[in-house]
């Protein structure tokens, strides 16, 4: 019998070998990049912030339809009293420039303008609801993405990356999965008796959000977590008072109080309370945008306990979108984001790896930035 050949160079078992090794190595590189330490902490944080707006909107529910309580303001007003106790007064006993009467000589106008802006952000979109409907609020409360982009682009001098608009992209997809899964599974059922002003009032609302979220993550990387959320507890807390004795204290007088309604109230101040005191820490690490894509699940949360709760019907787009989101929010972490200091003399400006991201920060970057700083 005659001995086979051995397989020469151009022979196809090599060549099958060696893109079968270069395909391996390719996915390792993929693994590395985007299934680290850093992005599954990350991941982590915004879903536990997630699954606080969603302990805010079933309790919400909750009160609206099975009590018949709609008083958003008052719920508010909890909260920023929550955050007044503990944030406001921790700012009070501090000594030097971290003291409350010293911020509040130096800054006190910039404080109330963000103030309004979060209550009002909190007061629109709830109040859209009874113009519009649930489609256009999902829809329409993406818009403080782009928002939130543009004003880091001009206020924190935030530079994207291709990666980071199609990772964008893909959450808003994934937020229209979401919304087709509601027409398909009958949840589009209230038409509002006025919708282009609840449009409007959406889109209002996110603009709001996204100017108190880039606020935010100014003050908590700039300055200091306490002194944010201490300022907004003062005046969030004297702005919502105001507001809810003008136009919440019929429905506030009309209550029937008992143990349950109570215990409602006291479970969405307690959501909202984390939510506000762990999302700077969260923005801290990455970025008012990555928390703001990283939170359209909330609305997939709160669908999946409204199946138990509130008999929603079931959808297989639910779990399409939730990955479809989570796909994007993985991607537009993967990758760092810039930050473009601005000129302080006549010397031309440095543009260095920023602090979005902070995190997902990789050593082996670490010798390029200190070669573009010299």
Known sequence: MEAASPAGPGSPEPLAEGAAGEFSSLLRRIKGKLFTWH??????LGQMLSLCICGTAITSQYLAEKYKVNTPMLQSFINYCLLFLIYTVMLAFRSGSDNLLVILKRKWWKYILLGLADVEANYVIVRAYQYTTLTSVQLLDCFGIPVL?????????????????????VCLLGVGTMVGADILAGREDNSGNDVLIGD????????LYAISNVCEEYIVKKLSRQEFLGMVGLFGTIISGIQLLIVEYKDI??????????LLFMAFALCMFCLYSFMPLVIKVTSATSVNLGILTA????????????????????ILSFTVIMGGFILYCST?????????????????IGIDNLGLKLEENLPETHSAAL
């Open 39 to 44: 992005i599954l902490k990350t991941i982590a």
């Open 149 to 169: 982009m543009a004003l880091s682009w001009f206020i924190l001098y935030a530079r994207y990356r291709v990666i980071h608009f199609i990772a964008v992209a």
């Open 200 to 207: 409007i009032l959406v889109l209002l609302g996110a603009s």
């Open 253 to 262: 007088a009309s209550i029937p109080w008992d143990w349950k309604i109570a």
């Open 299 to 318: 609305d997939l949360y709160s669908l999946f306990f409204g199946l138990f709760l509130f008999g929603y019907k079931f959808s297989g787009l639910y």
């Open 336 to 352: 760092p984001t810039r930050t473009a200091e601005p000129a302080e003399s006549s010397v031309p400006p440095v543009t260095s």
